[in-house]
C-alpha cells in the first residue's frame, strides 16, 4: 500500500500560512516521507484537473489555508473535500474568516471602486473594472467571480479539524502533521490548539491588579510599554482574556498585545462581543461622559476586536 495522499492549498490567502509550513526547515522532509504530496500549488506544480481524477476520499488530508473570496476558491474547496477524508481549515482565514473577512464592512461595489479606480495610485481613465465574463472577437473570457462576502472554510464545507493562527506557529504545524500522521486523530471538529485564554499562560498575569480599572485607553506606539506589566493595566488593549492560547505568546515576547489571531477560548462564538462587553466592565470614569471618552479613545473597534474573526462572528457582514 503506497503512503497516504496529502493536499496543501491556499484560497483567499496572503501565502503566510504555506510559510509557516516551510519554516519546518528539514522537517519538511518527513512531510514528504510520510505523505505522498498531491496538491501544494505554492510549491509544486499540480494540476486540478489531476485533483479530479483522484476517487472520491482518496486523499487522507486537506490542509487548507485561507479564506472563500471568489468563484474559484469556492470549487477548489468544493473539490478537496469531495476526495479527502479529512479537511483541516488551517489559519485564521480558514478557521473564522481572518483579515480578509473585513472587507465584509464593504460592498464589492465599494471595494472595486475604490481598489480599480479611486486609489490615489491608480491610473485608469476609462474606469474599467474587471469582469467576470467577456466575449471580444468571438472569444470568451472569463475570471473568477467575487463575492459579495469573504466566508471561513467551515461556512462553505464540513471541516473536521481547525488549526488557527495568523500564521499558526511552526510548533503548532508540526504537531498537527504528527497528529495526522499517527492515525490516532481525535475527535471530529477539535480545534488543534490549547483550549484555555492566552492570560492563563501569560507570564504577565500576576502583575493585573485586583481591581483592573481602565481610565484611558492607549495605543501601543503611543507609549513605552513597561514589558514585564500586564497590558490592560497600562490601558492598552490586548485581547488575551477571550483568545485561545497555543501561539507560543510571540506578540508578547516582543512587547505586543495579542491582537486575537487564535480566535476565539473553547465554546465561545463570539470573541468581539465577549470582548466588548468585559471591557466595558473595566471602563472607569466619574460621569458617563468620562466613560465615554474611553471608549471612544478605542480607534476601530470592529477592526480591533474582530480583525480575525468577524466572518464566523454575529455581525458577519454590513447590512
Ligand atoms: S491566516 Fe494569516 S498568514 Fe494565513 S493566509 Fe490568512 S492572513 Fe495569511
Ligand atoms: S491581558 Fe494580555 S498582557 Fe494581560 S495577562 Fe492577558 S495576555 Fe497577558
Known amino acids: 500500500m503506497g503512503k497516504p495522499q496529502i493536499a496543501i492549498c ?4 496572503c501565502g503566510g500560512c504555506d510559510e509557516t509550513i516551510l519554516d519546518l526547515n528539514e522537517d519538511i522532509l518527513r512531510i514528504a516521507d510520510l505523505f505522498e504530496i498531491v496538491l501544494w500549488p505554492v510549491a509544486m506544480d499540480f494540476k486540478y484537473e489531476e485533483i479530479e481524477t483522484l476517487k472520491d476520499g482518496q486523499i487522507f488530508v486537506s490542509v487548507i489555508n485561507g ?3 471568489n468563484s474559484e476558491n469556492y470549487e477548489i474547496l468544493k473539490l478537496l473535500r469531495k476526495k479527502s477524508t479529512y479537511v483541516v481549515a488551517f489559519g485564521a482565514c480558514a478557521c473564522f474568516g481572518g483579515t480578509p473577512s473585513l472587507a465584509n464592512l464593504l460592498t464589492k461595489d465599494d471595494i472595486f471602486r475604490f481598489v480599480y479606480r479611486d486609489a490615489p495610485t491608480v491610473v485608469n481613465p476609462e474606469r474599467n473594472a474587471p469582469l467576470s465574463s467577456y466575449l471580444k472577437d468571438g472569444r470568451h473570457l472569463t475570471l473568477p467571480e467575487f463575492y459579495e462576502e469573504v466566508k471561513p472554510v467551515s461556512e ?3 471541516v473536521d479539524y481547525f488549526l488557527p493562527g495568523c500564521p499558526p506557529s511552526s510548533d503548532l504545524v508540526r504537531e498537527m502533521f504528527n497528529i495526522v500522521s499517527s492515525g490516532d486523530l481525535p475527535p471530529k471538529g477539535t480545534t488543534l490548539a490549547s483550549s484555555v485564554a492566552l492570560c492563563a499562560v501569560c507570564q ?4 493585573k491588579p485586583e481591581r483592573l480599572e481602565i481610565r484611558s485607553v492607549k495605543r501601543i506606539h503611543e507609549i513605552e510599554a513597561d514589558p514585564n506589566l500586564c497590558f490592560l493595566a497600562q490601558g492598552v488593549i490586548c485581547l488575551g482574556p477571550s483568545t485561545r492560547s497555543g501561539c507560543g505568546n ?3 515576547d516582543i512587547n ?3 491582537r486575537g489571531c487564535m480566535g476565539p477560548v473553547e465554546a465561545l462564538k463570539d470573541m468581539g462581543s465577549k470582548y466588548l462587553s468585559m471591557l466595558s466592565c473595566l471602563v472607569e470614569g466619574n460621569t458617563e461622559e468620562e466613560r465615554r471618552r474611553v471608549i471612544d479613545g478605542i480607534a476601530d473597534p470592529v477592526g480591533y476586536f474582530y480583525r480575525f474573526t468577524i466572518g464566523s462572528s454575529i455581525i458577519r457582514k454590513r447590512r
Not at 10 to 13: K, R, Y
Open 10 to 13: 491556499w484560497l483567499g490567502a
Open 67 to 69: 479564506s472563500v473570496r
Open 156 to 158: 462553505v464545507v464540513d
Open 204 to 207: 504577565r498575569n500576576d502583575t
Open 250 to 252: 510571540v506578540c508578547l
Open 256 to 258: 505586543l498585545p495579542c
